[in-house]
């Protein structure tokens, strides 16, 4: 079985931190994602990544940044969180590049900003 | 621009009664149809999949689908529901590129 895991269920930060969320997928996957699920928005893509070092843009990248030095970890950063980032996050892979193919998700994490 | 749009933010239904999640797209290219679902405190995981073939679509736990392109839709169902589907449901197209464009989310309330 795809197995994806996120570092924490649940964080608590405070204006202004620097905060890292890390994901871990053990499939050799090519593809890896970020999402914010809000009620009643639905799951919004934040940045994705076909390989190493390489990312792009989702629907909704403003105040975050993404790392990806290896293949099995993909990390978002919140560079200087706000209270509008309080939020649950969630990770996804999948298999390659150009395939629509299912996405793996991992637990998520419920983040706070105070 | 691709889209998609859950038409019902919560259906409540009684167990063994049947069920059915609206989902209508958009889309100007080939699409591609998912429903993922989310138990309490879990992430996302797929009932099934729409990729090319039979426009009937079966999933797990005796859930199905049915693209309907002239419609652009691709609705769920499952002919008797148990208090275990109680869950929130997601609508979701994709391109050829693989990335997800999600509904808003249905909330399944079965109740005894």
């Known amino acids: 079985d795809v197995k994806v895991t996120q570092s924490s269920r649940y964080l608590v930060k405070r204006t202004g931190e620097k905060v890292f969320l890390e994901c871990v997928q053990d499939m050799d996957h090519e593809n890896m994602f970020w999402y914010r699920q809000d009620p009643g928005l639905g799951l919004r893509l934040i940045y994705f990544s076909y390989d190493v070092k390489m990312k792009e843009k989702g629907d909704i990248p403003e105040g975050y940044s993404v790392s990806r030095e290896k293949k099995e970890r993909f990390s978002l950063i919140l560079e200087s969180a706000s209270t509008n980032q309080t939020s649950m996050y969630l990770c996804?892979?999948?298999?390659?590049?150009?395939?629509?193919?299912?996405?793996?998700f991992g637990p998520g994490t419920r983040l706070t900003v105070l | 621009a691709q889209s998609v749009t859950q038409l019902d933010s919560q259906v409540p239904v009684f167990e063994e009664a049947p069920v059915e999640l609206r989902c209508n797209y958009s889309?100007?290219?080939?699409?591609?149809l998912f429903w993922y679902v989310q138990y309490p405190n879990q992430g996302l995981q797929l009932l099934l999949k729409y990729l090319s073939g039979s426009t009937l679509v079966k999933g797990i736990n005796g859930f199905e689908a049915e693209f309907n392109k002239s419609q652009t839709s691709f609705h769920l169902r499952k002919p008797s529901v148990h208090i275990s589907d109680t869950a929130e449901y997601f609508c979701?197209?994709?391109?050829?590129?693989?990335?997800?464009?999600f509904g808003q989310g249905t909330t399944l309330q079965v109740k005894p």
């Open positions: 979701a197209v994709s391109d050829h590129t693989g990335k997800l464009i």
């Open positions: 889309s100007s290219v080939s699409v591609y």
């Open positions: 996804a892979s999948s298999t390659k590049r150009d395939s629509p193919d299912t996405q793996y």
